[in-house]
């Protein structure tokens, strides 16, 4: 037993880990056929673990200090062939860790009922002239699920139900929505967001049935509202109003759509230009629901300690599967407790650096999964200093190799002599 590292083998994993940051990136930002989350957490997990594992064996292939001449020799192309069974490991790994995740706890209801609440105030002729808010409005109706219901309240110096909570498991229904909201004119009046909030309320109240709701709230102004009262019911029943500041030129009006979003778990959007606002939608219908180990929780989990400490352990499961499928690809059970322990504590490390370092950014999210990957093999593939390490074959192809290799170290197993000597 002893207390090796290989530096190639750390640097050839990094790379593999690179290569495989960058094909699951595309995987997260492309979500090719609508892939379910567990099912692409699941594939981007079983890449990395491609990437990383191959970099090893031929890190290993070129300098074999870790598993020695013999098994070059010997075993290489059996841990060629028993890669595909790792990367099977770490694609199981990621699923089930990632079904876990997307669990409801603590009474937190997945999304499905989406009300738009719009500002249709005559201020809206300046800020909105094109009428671009509607066509963002039509376009998140056209994306939402089936098992989605929506609903329309817009407002001015009063609010208004122009469409009630309606399913969108008929496409009949989903173009009534839009109809419904091609409709619409900017009227004259003030903002009413009091009224328009409480509106809200009754709708998500009317429809009866105990399901996750969220409230986008969409306004150029600034109305009295009072957030410590006005937004208790929202706050009790843990449904996210996201706010989405159009052109604000009074401080006032950012402010009070900043505080309505802190309070009741939503998120703020600032947009100085009508045209973005479909961009605005966008935005929010991929952060609906979302939830993932890959990705900040954007739902009232998001402070929620269960669903970090969930998101901790399932890296620190998925750094113990890798270092265990890279024991396994190399047929060594010295090696493959080495990993294990090192994928245990670098899971732990790449966990709460998505935790922490997660803040919903495209360009720093992507930066922060990088540094959870590197760190992650970093720490595994040194562990062999740690845990010291020694030739010993997990299959029983190893084992019966070993032992028939044993008595023909150089010399020949005399033979016996049957006969009989006499007297």
């Not at 738009?116 to 300046?126: A, H, N, T």
Request: proline fraction near 3%; avoid cysteine; aromatic fraction near 8%.
């Amino acid at each position: 037993m002893q207390r090796k590292i290989n530096l190639l083998l750390l640097l050839f994993s990094l790379l593999g880990g690179g290569v495989a940051f960058v094909l699951g990136e595309l995987l997260l930002d492309r979500r090719p056929y609508d892939l379910p989350s567990i099912v692409l957490v699941g594939i981007y997990f079983a890449i990395v673990a491609l990437g990383v594992l191959a970099g090893s064996v031929v890190a290993e292939t070129i300098s074999p200090k870790l598993n020695g001449q013999s098994w070059k020799l010997r075993y290489l192309g059996t841990s060629w062939k028993m890669l595909p069974l790792a990367v099977v490991l770490l694609f199981g790994m990621g699923t089930l860790t990632e079904f876990v995740y997307e669990l409801n706890f603590g009474g937190i209801k997945p999304v499905k009922n989406v009300i738009m609440v719009i500002d249709d105030s005559g201020s809206m002729l300046e800020s909105d002239p094109n009428n671009s808010r509607y066509e963002a409005a039509r376009a998140l109706v056209q994306q939402l699920d089936e098992d989605n219901k929506v609903a329309v309240v817009t407002f001015s110096h009063e609010a208004s139900v122009v469409q009630p909570l309606i399913s969108l498991s008929k496409a009949e229904n989903r173009q009534k929505v839009s109809d419904v909201i091609s409709s619409l004119e900017t009227t004259e009046g003030g903002t009413d967001i009091s009224g328009a909030l409480t509106e809200a309320m009754n709708v998500i109240n009317e429809d009866g049935a105990d399901r996750g709701a969220m409230v986008i709230l969409l306004s150029d102004g600034f109305s009295q509202f009072d957030t410590s009262t006005e937004l208790t019911a929202f706050v009790d029943r843990s449904i996210a109003v996201n706010t989405i500041g159009l052109a604000l030129s009074d401080p006032s009006g950012s402010y009070l759509l900043q505080d309505i979003a802190r309070v009741t778990g939503g998120q703020y959007y600032d947009v100085t230009d009508a045209n973005r606002l479909g961009e605005v939608f966008q935005q929010i219908y991929d952060r609906l629901g979302d939830r993932t180990l890959l990705t900040e929780r954007s739902d009232r989990a998001a402070d929620s300690p269960y669903y970090a400490v969930v998101r901790v352990l399932a890296l620190i499961l998925i750094g113990t599967a890798l270092g265990l499928g890279l024991g396994i690809v190399f047929d060594n059970r010295h090696l493959a407790r080495s990993f294990s322990f090192g994928g245990a504590l670098s899971g732990l490390a790449a966990g709460l650096i998505l935790e922490f370092g997660l803040n919903g950014d495209t360009v720093t999210d992507p930066m922060i999964r990088l540094l959870a990957l590197l760190v992650l093999v970093a720490i595994l593939t040194l562990f062999t200093y740690v845990v010291p390490v020694g030739e010993g074959r997990l299959s029983r192809r190893g084992r019966a190799a070993g032992a028939a290799a044993t008595p023909a170290d150089g010399f020949h197993s005399p033979r016996r002599n049957r006969g009989s000597k006499g007297f």
